[in-house]
């Protein structure tokens, strides 16, 4: 414990909030490792890995508080709760957030909690997912000559209303990746198409991105939740919309499967896999 005794009372330590990256053991920043190792308490994040935790000290406490969509969780108000009691302890507390904390990570109620009681915050950078699947998959979401806005949006929020700005999402050279798209998939090709998104819009769908579980689906905005039933994808994913490698003069990796419904929209489905890439 490296809280410090001032005037019999104990000094308060601070919170550390890092961006632990994607989940692949080697995408955490050296920041990230040297401020993991020094840590007393580590508040962790149901999506990061057993490989971050192997840089903290052996005699660290761990507070798991994982948050999973529709199962359970620990609520926003008893995480915020726990970093500023551990901290009024005099300890030095390290909130894991997986991927980047300001990246739908609710890292703001965190600074603002923890700066409320009087505690200093450190604020780490991870990798996003987003950034993290697109360079698994060797997939740039920018091309200086056709793809000039990239969005990162949610596809879940808190009322369960998706309330994007479809249109700006559906139009030509707009690209964008969604997360925590799995569940809402069906709602979310329904809206894209609504607002004029073409059916055929290439669409790739990361899971578990750089873990040695990944999977990645190359497929159209038409047959988006189809793909994702064949494959059985449950998430973490990221559902990339507008990017396509050949528009980068790039190819698809072997390791994308390509899913096609059947020209005839049939309930007949053709699933092919490592096909060649003319998404
Ligand atoms: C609560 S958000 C946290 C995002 C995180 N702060 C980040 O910057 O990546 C959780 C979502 O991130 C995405 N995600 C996180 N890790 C992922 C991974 N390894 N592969 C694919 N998607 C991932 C999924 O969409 C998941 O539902």
Redesign the pocket.
Known sequence: MTGIRVAGAMAPGRVQLIGCG??SADLLTLRAARLIAEADVLVVDR?VGDSVLAHARADAIVIPVGKEAGGPSTSQDDINRILVREALKGQVVARL?????F???RAAEEIAAVRAAGIEVEIVP?I??AH??AASIALPLTLRESVRQFSLVTGATADGEIDLDWTALAAPHQAFAI??GVRTARTLRQKLLAAGALPSMPVVV??????DNERAVATTLADLTDAIRAFGIG????IFGNLAWSEANLTMPDKVHVYRASPDQSSERTLSVSAPDTL
Do not use: Q
Request: net charge neutral; proline share 7%.
């Open positions: 994607p989940g999506l957030k997986g991927g980047d904390g990246v739908f990570g991870g996003t997912a993290a699947c997360y925590m990361v899971e578990n991105g750089t873990r998430g973490p994913a990221i």
